[in-house]
C-alpha cells in the first residue's frame, strides 16, 4: 500500500468512461459564465462536485436571484460540471453508521461516534429536503435500505454494533433507528436468495438483514441543480478549466491560481478536489490517496419484483467487501435499473491496483466481469438458478459501466478546514466513498469556518476528527477502513507513519 500510495496524483483524465447519470450531460456541462477568465477575485473553489457546489450555496444563499453578492467567486473544473465523482457514484444516500460506530467508539470515544453518526443522518435529511424545497428534478427518493450479510463474524458484529448505538442514543431516536430480520424474512420481503452461489471458493450464505432509513437521488441532477441555484446569485463557472498550480503572493496573504486559460489573483482558495487534491496541492501526496470506484447499471430480470422499481436500497455485505445497489424509482428514466457497484476486494490482490491511480478512462476488467454476474446471484440464487431473478432482459443485462475515483484519507475521515501554516488555503476533500453523507454537512461546517463562526455551537455538531491538521497529516495510509463492522486491532484508527 506504501507504494501504490506515492504513486503521483494527477490532474482528471480526459475522456472519462460515460456515467449513466451524465448521459445526456446537463445543460450547463460546459458552461462558462464570463468570456474570460477574471483576473482578481475574492473566492476561488476548485471543484464543481457537490462539495464545491454546497459551499457555494452556504456562501452564496442570502443572495436573491437575479442579484450579485458582495463577494466575487468563481468556481473551476477541469472537465465538465460535476464530472468528478458526485456525477459518477451509485446513486446513494446511506449512512450505515452502524458499521463504523464501534470503531468510531474504541478510538475517539462514544461523544464523538453518536457526533459523526448524527451529522451522517442529518446529511441525508437535509439533502432531500432540499430537493424537495427547491423543486431540483433529481428522482429524490427518501426510503429505507438493507445491507444483505453473507458474513457470520459481520452478522455478529452487527447485533453488537447496533446494540452499541441504541444504548448511546435516546430512545426511539432516528439515527438509531435498525431492524433485523432472518433469512427467511429476508427471503420473502426482500426477495433475496438464500444461497448466492460460490465465489473465490467460498459460498456465499445468507445469515440476515439490517434494514434503516436511507435513500437514493441522481447526484449529478442534484448538483447541477444545485450550481443553477449558485449561477443565479451570481457565481463565476468556468469549466474545462483545470487549476494547475497555486501560487501564494508575496504579501503572504493572497494567491495567484494558474490555468491554461490565464491567472486569477484571489483572497481565498478553497480545495474541493476530493482525491485529485495532492494534484495541485503536492502537501496531501499519501495522505489523500485516489481510490478508482467501478459501478455498473442492469436491467431487472424478468422475475423481479415490481420490475425492478423495488422499494428499499440495498448493500450485500460479506467478508472483506460488499456491494452496493438502488433500482431507479417508478417515474425515472429506465425506471427498474438497478445501479450496483462496488467489488473492489474481487480483483487481483483485493484491488490494490485501484489505488493510486485517477485513471476514469477505463475499468477493470475483473471487476467488470464480477459485477456484471451479482445480481442473478443475489436475487436468482446459485450459480445456475432463476429465484426471483428470471431471464435477463432481451436488451442485454448491462446497460452501461464506469468508473470513478474517490479519495482516502489514513484515518478514514474527511478533510476539512483551514489549510494547516497557510492564509487563506482553505479545503473540504476526502469523502471515502462515503460524500453524499459527508459533504453537505461538511460544505456547512467549512463556510462557517470561513466567515468567522468557528465557535461552541460549530463543535457542538461537527466532529473534530474531520477538521485537517498536521498529526493526520502524518498519519501511514493503509487503505480503505470500516469493511467491517468489529474494532480492528491496532493502537490507533490509521496508524502513525514510521
Not at 462558462?32 to 459551499?55: E, F, N, Y
Not at 467478508?319 to 427498474?336: L, V
Request: with cysteine; net charge negative.
Amino acid at each position: 500500500m506504501d507504494e501504490r500510495a506515492k504513486i503521483r496524483v494527477t490532474l482528471p483524465r480526459e475522456n472519462p468512461t460515460p456515467s449513466y447519470w451524465q448521459d445526456p450531460p446537463d445543460d450547463i456541462a460546459d458552461q462558462r459564465t464570463t468570456k474570460d477568465l477574471p483576473s482578481h477575485v475574492d473566492i476561488v473553489i476548485i471543484g464543481s462536485g457537490i462539495t464545491g457546489a454546497a459551499i457555494a450555496w452556504n456562501l452564496l444563499k442570502h443572495v436573491r436571484p437575479g442579484e450579485m453578492g458582495s463577494k466575487n467567486i468563481v468556481m473551476l473544473e477541469a472537465r465538465q460540471a460535476c464530472s468528478g465523482a458526485t456525477g459518477r457514484n451509485g446513486g446513494h444516500t446511506k449512512a450505515a453508521s452502524y458499521r463504523s460506530f464501534l470503531e468510531h467508539a474504541s478510538f475517539l470515544g462514544t461523544p464523538a461516534a453518536v457526533q459523526i453518526a448524527r451529522l451522517e443522518y442529518d446529511n441525508i435529511q437535509a439533502i432531500h429536503a432540499f430537493a424537495k424545497e427547491h423543486n431540483i428534478p433529481c428522482d429524490s427518493n427518501p426510503c429505507h435500505t438493507i445491507d444483505i450479510i453473507y458474513d457470520q463474524a459481520q452478522w455478529t458484529a452487527a447485533h453488537e454494533a447496533v446494540d452499541a448505538m441504541k444504548a448511546a442514543f435516546p430512545e426511539g431516536d432516528p439515527v438509531a433507528e435498525y431492524t433485523f430480520h432472518s433469512p427467511a424474512e429476508v427471503q420473502s420481503k426482500f426477495h433475496c436468495a438464500l444461497d448466492a452461489g460460490t465465489v473465490a471458493g467460498e459460498p456465499q450464505t445468507l445469515y440476515g438483514g439490517v434494514s434503516y432509513p436511507a435513500g437514493s437521488i441522481s447526484s449529478y441532477a442534484f448538483t447541477t441543480g444545485l450550481l443553477k441555484l449558485c449561477l443565479s446569485r451570481g457565481l463565476n463557472l468556468q469549466t474545462n478549466t483545470p487549476a494547475t498550480s497555486l501560487m501564494k503572493n508575496r504579501d503572504e496573504r493572497t494567491w495567484t491560481v494558474q490555468t491554461p486559460r490565464g491567472n486569477i489573483w484571489t483572497k481565498d482558495i478553497i480545495l474541493a478536489t476530493n482525491g485529485y487534491t495532492a494534484a495541485i496541492a503536492p502537501t496531501f501526496q499519501g495522505v489523500i490517496v485516489p481510490l478508482r470506484g467501478q459501478v455498473t447499471a442492469q436491467r431487472p430480470g424478468s422475475s423481479l419484483s415490481e420490475k425492478g422499481c423495488l422499494p428499499t436500497t440495498y448493500s450485500f455485505i460479506y467478508d472483506k467487501g460488499y456491494e452496493y445497489m438502488i433500482s431507479r424509482p417508478k417515474g425515472s428514466r429506465n425506471e427498474g435499473d438497478l445501479v450496483i457497484g462496488g467489488g473492489l476486494v474481487r480483483a487481483k490482490e483485493e484491488g490494490l491496483g485501484e489505488y493510486g491511480t485517477t485513471d476514469d478512462a477505463t475499468v477493470n476488467d475483473e471487476i467488470s466481469t464480477y459485477l456484471k454476474n451479482t445480481l442473478p446471484r443475489y436475487f436468482g440464487g446459485g450459480d445456475d438458478r432463476i429465484g426471483n431473478w428470471g431471464d435477463d432482459h432481451p436488451d442485454g443485462r448491462v446497460r452501461k459501466e464506469w468508473t470513478g475515483i474517490m479519495g482516502y484519507t489514513p484515518d478514514g475521515f474527511p478533510m476539512v478546514g483551514a489549510v494547516p501554516g497557510e492564509n487563506g488555503f482553505w479545503m473540504s476533500c476526502s469523502f471515502q466513498g462515503h460524500g453524499m453523507v459527508l459533504c453537505w454537512m461538511c460544505a456547512k461546517a467549512l463556510v462557517e469556518m470561513m466567515e468567522g463562526r468557528d465557535n461552541e455551537e460549530l463543535k457542538g455538531w461537527f466532529p473534530e476528527a474531520f477538521r485537517v491538521g498536521f498529526e493526520r497529516m502524518r498519519k501511514r495510509f493503509q487503505g480503505r477502513l470500516h469493511t467491517s463492522v468489529a474494532v480492528p486491532p491496532g493502537p490507533a484508527v490509521g496508524g502513525e507513519s514510521g
